[in-house]
């Protein structure tokens, strides 16, 4: 099992930042993979990020890109994302979450609200 704890949302105005931070306990040694994703009332949750322990490869969903950075403490156990010229687009709850094997992300966090006002 794996545990995450999120922290690090708010309401911030449109061009301000916010550094979301997920740490995870338990399981960790085997992980494949850690990212975030986000859903937004009345959307679908989407992914945002994700960061690929073996060779530490970053991806980001098109709408992030060139705003929001993925990264991790020396340990892999703590991931961040620095969220950058926030939009009101990027107003949801944001879910850490890690994939143990390709394919399948297995534990979810329990999300920390990110506001962001016009």
């Known amino acids: 099992q794996v545990q995450l704890v999120e922290s690090g949302g708010g309401s911030v105005q449109a061009g301000g930042s916010l550094r979301l931070s997920c740490t995870a306990s338990?399981?960790?040694?085997?992980?494949?993979?850690m990212g975030w994703f986000r859903q937004a009332p009345g959307k679908e949750r989407e992914f945002v990020s994700s960061?690929?322990?073996?060779?530490?490869?970053?991806i980001y969903a098109e709408s992030v890109k060139g705003r929001f950075t993925i990264s991790t403490d020396n340990a892999k156990k703590t991931v961040f994302l620095q969220m950058n010229s926030l939009k009101p687009e990027d107003t949801a709850v944001y879910y850490c979450?890690?994939?143990?094997?390709?394919?399948?992300?297995?534990?979810w966090g329990q999300g920390t609200q990110v506001t962001v006002s016009s």
């Open positions: 960061i690929r322990w073996r060779d530490d490869r970053l």
């Open positions: 338990g399981r960790t040694f085997s992980n494949y993979a």
């Open positions: 979450a890690v994939a143990v094997s390709f394919g399948t992300w297995n534990y």
